[in-house]
């Protein structure tokens, strides 16, 4: 089936008896684009690091790893993010990480996925590159051959205010491309206020040269001129949230003629106060205007959310229908950079899903 034809599929009536939302989300067949390796840390993970590595100065038990994990502002998601980056410090840790948030994609029916990870935070601390990768790595097959998941990674600039940019770059498209096995994309992380990302243009040239794709974040805090910037300077083939494109008719246009993607990732925006509740996220206006989107997660645990639960958002509290939804998954496979292949065969299983829906 081509890829059209499944998605034409996706919105057909029919006169099956519908199944419950969670029923419905949880037998689509996803993909997951958005989502930080670091950031998907498990309380329980990094209560198990912690103690493996004699770090003293977080909490002690589970249930007090669990309230330290609690959402409360910008700032503190920062710190528990990284608490996440310093509890990892050897090839095993990073393996425990990256088996288990694949096969926590696996359980949720994500089929394939591109993790963004942040090696240059563990060079700069004195691990060593090819630790990092052997662990992420072993983490990925060993997933892989327990759940079929298919793993791919994006290496992440962290783009911090108060990181010396350069090294951090020169040293992230270094490791992307001594890895190129798995390593598919450059991505650019960190906070965009006070971030330009004119600066970055170097390196993602670079990037480009290389055949890495480019897959920058912008458009989440800041407004417009930050997305035109990531395609003007940095080649972005996909943009990480970019929620604020909507306030910028030209740049619509110029998405939708171009089939920018744009990563949308409505819980992680409710919680850094992008957005200030459910009712009030761009998605449904994103999607009235015909801009390529796609669902994701984000740092799931530290935002208090999952894959699947951001569909189930989707439905009950930004008012999409199952359609819609069903095209959210579909656009997921599209804006992938997955093998045609892969591509083809959970199109087919989408259709077969929804061949039924009647809303």
């Not at 081509?2 to 419905?24: K, L, M, N, S, W």
């Not at 171009?258 to 850094?272: D, F, G, M, Y």
């Amino acid at each position: 089936m081509r890829e059209g034809d499944a998605r034409q599929g996706y919105a057909r009536e029919g006169t099956i008896d519908q199944p419950t939302d969670e029923e419905f989300v949880d037998a689509l067949p996803k993909v997951e684009l958005h989502v930080h390796l670091e950031g998907s840390m498990r309380p329980q993970t990094l209560l198990t690091l912690a103690r493996r590595h004699g770090v003293d100065d977080l909490p002690t038990d589970l249930d007090g790893v669990a309230t330290f994990y609690e959402f409360r502002d910008f700032d503190h998601f920062i710190e528990v993010y990284l608490a996440a980056v310093r509890v990892l410090r050897d090839a095993g840790d990073f393996a425990l990480l990256a088996r288990e948030t694949a096969l926590g994609l696996a359980a949720q029916g994500v089929r394939y996925a591109e993790i963004t990870f942040t090696p240059f935070l563990h060079i700069q601390r004195g691990v060593d590159a090819d630790e990092v990768f052997a662990g992420v790595e072993q983490g990925r097959r060993e997933a892989e051959e327990a759940t079929g998941i298919q793993i791919r990674w994006i290496t992440d600039i962290p783009g911090l205010p108060d990181m010396d940019l350069r090294p951090a770059s020169e040293g992230t498209i270094e490791f992307a491309l001594n890895h190129r096995e798995s390593v598919i994309a450059l991505g650019l992380g960190g906070p965009e206020v006070g971030v330009p990302r004119p600066q970055f243009a170097e390196v993602f040239t670079a990037a480009r040269d290389a055949g890495l794709h480019r897959i920058p974040h912008g458009g989440e805090t800041t407004g417009p001129r930050t997305i035109w910037d990531c395609l003007e300077y940095l080649h972005a083939e996909r943009i990480g949230h970019g929620i604020t494109a909507c306030d910028d008719p030209a740049l619509v246009d110029h998405l939708r003629a171009h089939r920018i993607p744009l990563e949308v990732c409505p819980t992680s925006n409710l919680r850094t106060g992008v957005v200030t509740d459910y009712s009030a996220h761009p998605l449904p206006r994103m999607i009235e205007l015909g801009l390529p989107v796609s669902l994701n997660s984000d740092d799931p645990p530290m935002f208090g959310t999952t894959l699947r639960d951001e569909y189930l958002h989707a439905l009950r509290s930004l008012g999409l229908t199952r359609r819609q939804v069903a095209d959210l998954a579909a656009a997921g496979v599209d804006h992938s950079f997955a093998p045609a292949a892969v591509k083809e065969a959970i199109h087919a299983d989408l259709a077969t899903v929804v061949e039924g829906l009647s809303r």
